[in-house]
């Protein structure tokens, strides 16, 4: 006969954590695009992450993802909740990758009314370094 556990089940017994609404003033966001998703990200001075967002947080799925529709959506909503949540008034921002969101989510955040302090390109260049796909024949 197996002994019965005096312990409780903790499901439920957890309180929920609440967002704490910060205030920095000034911030980064990094957008992070490939071909076919992008994360945008927003930490404060110190990279020390706020929040973050990507278009399928936004209700985009599949290929819809990829879209710089998406992206906008998504840099929009990010920016909103940069302002509104965390108090942030100015932005540097970090872009890596290449892919279709790129500009969109770029001038979102600019659109949004953030101020944009400098946009810096930090994508990974290799020195060749690994061997790159093959190209795609249609």
């Given at each position: 006969?197996?002994?019965r556990?005096s312990?409780q089940s903790?499901?439920?017994?957890?309180?929920?954590?609440?967002?704490?609404k910060r205030?920095?003033?000034?911030?980064?966001?990094?957008?992070r695009?490939?071909f076919?998703?992008?994360?945008l990200?927003?930490?404060?001075?110190?990279?020390?992450?706020?929040?973050w967002?990507?278009p399928a947080?936004?209700?985009?799925?599949?290929?819809?993802?990829?879209?710089?529709?998406?992206?906008?959506?998504?840099?929009?909503?990010?920016?909103?909740?940069?302002?509104?949540?965390?108090?942030?008034?100015e932005?540097d921002?970090?872009v890596?990758g290449?892919?279709?969101?790129?500009?969109?989510?770029?001038?979102a955040?600019?659109?949004a009314?953030?101020?944009?302090r400098?946009i810096?390109?930090?994508?990974?260049?290799?020195?060749?370094?690994?061997?790159?796909?093959?190209?795609r024949?249609i």
């Amino acid at each position: 006969m197996a002994k019965r556990s005096s312990r409780q089940s903790h499901r439920g017994s957890r309180a929920r954590a609440r967002r704490v609404k910060r205030n920095v003033p000034r911030g980064c966001i990094h957008i992070r695009t490939s071909f076919n998703n992008t994360i945008l990200t927003v930490t404060d001075p110190e990279g020390n992450v706020l929040r973050w967002l990507t278009p399928a947080a936004v209700g985009f799925r599949g290929t819809r993802k990829s879209t710089p529709f998406a992206a906008r959506v998504a840099a929009e909503r990010i920016a909103q909740e940069a302002m509104n949540n965390d108090g942030m008034r100015e932005a540097d921002i970090f872009v890596r990758g290449a892919g279709p969101g790129r500009e969109a989510a770029l001038r979102a955040i600019a659109a949004a009314g953030l101020r944009v302090r400098s946009i810096v390109d930090a994508t990974p260049i290799p020195h060749n370094g690994c061997r790159p796909p093959k190209r795609r024949r249609i």
